[in-house]
Every structure is written in structure tokens, then in C-alpha cells.
């Protein structure tokens, strides 16, 4: 799952898109801030790409939610994708999990990565304590990760907190920099 890194390997921070698929915003209970929660997400993918910072997109298929091929397993339209972004595809909660996403790292430099996402308490959780496992140095953003729960502000900030306490480092979008 996860590789050593070359000794000339250069430093860099990379931002992980998690799961931001059209079929996630379609839900009976919405997106929690869906509003804000898209904005600092492209906050950040605009930040990264002005660094020339990696940005990768992950994309969970799922028969029941987001079935492979679908415009529910689409990622959201309203996200900034620019050439030269990375997609990657999933069908576990841990984007690292059976996917080229530790080599993609990697190949870019890499040595830690911004985390952000659907959903908090899934695969956001799953792929930050991966990404740690990998090696990796982890941020979540803080205001950067959503749920469809009813109770996705606890969620969130019972996640910011647990998060935090294994330290990783979690802080508001608008406090992260790439480069």
C-alpha cells in the first residue's frame, strides 16, 4: 500500500480532494454548508495551483451511492480541476487502499498532504489516518470537510478534535499554504 521514498525525493505538500461527487450532494439530508464548504475547498485547489502545489481529485465508486460511470460518481462541477490534476479512483473508504495514490504522491514529491473532503466520519477520516500510516505529514482543513449527517456539525468538530489529538495538524482552510 504504501512505499519508501527516494533519498533525492523533493518536498512538497499535496492537496487531497476527497470524494466531492455530484451524488453526495443529491442526498435527502444536504450537505452540511455545502456553500462554504465548496469555496474553501477551491480556496485551496487555487492555492495549490498558484504553488504549483499537486492536486489530486479521488473519486469513490459505490453500486448503491455512486455507481462507476454514473453522473452521481462525477465529481462536482463546481470544483476547479485544472490540467495536470490527478484523479484517482477508489471503492474503499481509504484512498490509499488498492489505489495509485501513494505512487502518485510520490512521483510528485510529496511528503505531506492537505486533507479534504466527503465524508468527515468515512473516507476523510480513513485517508488522513492512511496517509499518516504512508508516512506522509497530514493538515486536515478543519472547515474543509462535510458530512449528509443530521448531525454532521458534531461530527465535524468531534473529528477536528480526535484529529488533532493524534497530531495531526487541523486548521481553517484560509490558514493553509502550499510551497
Request: hydrophobic share 45%; charged share 20%; glycine share 10%.
Amino acid at each position: 500500500m504504501c512505499e519508501a521514498y527516494p533519498s533525492q525525493a523533493a518536498r512538497t505538500t499535496a492537496l487531497l480532494v476527497i470524494d466531492v461527487q455530484q451524488g453526495l450532494f443529491g442526498r435527502s439530508t444536504p450537505i452540511y454548508k455545502a456553500g462554504d464548504f465548496l469555496a474553501n475547498i477551491n480556496a485551496l485547489v487555487d492555492r495549490a495551483h498558484e504553488a504549483g502545489a499537486p492536486v489530486i481529485f479521488v473519486k469513490h465508486s459505490d453500486p448503491r451511492i455512486l455507481p462507476y460511470g454514473t453522473p452521481a460518481w462525477e465529481l462536482h462541477p463546481a470544483l476547479h480541476l485544472e490540467e495536470g490534476d490527478v484523479v484517482v479512483e477508489k471503492t474503499h473508504g481509504n484512498a490509499f487502499e488498492e489505489t495509485p495514490l501513494d505512487r502518485e504522491l510520490r512521483d510528485r514529491g510529496a511528503t505531506a498532504v492537505v486533507v479534504t473532503g466527503l465524508v468527515t466520519h468515512g473516507c476523510v477520516l480513513a485517508t488522513s489516518v492512511g496517509a499518516r500510516a504512508c508516512g506522509y505529514g497530514v493538515t486536515l482543513a478543519s472547515d474543509g470537510h462535510s458530512s449528509f449527517s443530521k448531525d454532521a456539525a458534531a461530527k465535524i468538530a468531534e473529528w477536528n478534535a480526535k484529529l488533532a489529538a493524534t497530531g495531526m495538524g487541523v486548521k481553517p482552510a484560509a490558514e493553509i499554504a502550499f510551497g
